[in-house]
């Protein structure tokens, strides 16, 4: 589900509805992928796709892609370029080698001549 919530800088209306309910500058709601893409190009709404919804956009039929493409200014032609756009980008697991132990010599102390 993608969130949706009212832009800071909205100076025409401070609440709107969803199917999800009321939102807020500082209220969000979860609405549909579906819902979202035709109001993507709203400037008054900020949408935040998450990993979960790849598999909702892989599946849109070509006119909600297109659609899609209307509604971001985007040339997207392809799933996956829509899919680049607006989910964040994977994050890589990093991969930590061991460090590598080293032994402590210990100075040595020059001896006393007698």
């Known amino acids: 589900m993608v ?3 009212v832009a800071e800088g909205c100076s025409r209306f401070n609440a709107t509805d ?3 309910g009321r939102i807020t500058k500082k ?3 979860s609405v549909s992928v579906r819902w979202a893409l035709g109001r993507l190009n709203s400037r008054d709404l900020v949408f935040t796709f998450e990993e979960k919804d ?10 909600q892609l ?3 493409a209307k509604t971001t200014g985007e040339d997207v032609s392809t799933h996956k370029e829509l899919e ?3 989910l964040p980008v994977k994050k890589k697991p990093k991969i930590s080698k061991p460090k590598p132990k080293t032994t402590k010599s210990k ?3 020059p001896q006393k001549e007698e």
């Open 3 to 5: 969130t949706v919530i």
């Open 18 to 20: 969803t199917p999800a």
């Open 27 to 29: 209220k969000s709601a």
């Open 54 to 63: 790849r598999e909702t956009l892989l599946s849109l039929s070509p006119k």
């Open 66 to 68: 297109l659609l899609a």
């Open 84 to 86: 680049a756009l607006l």
């Open 107 to 109: 100075a040595k102390t």
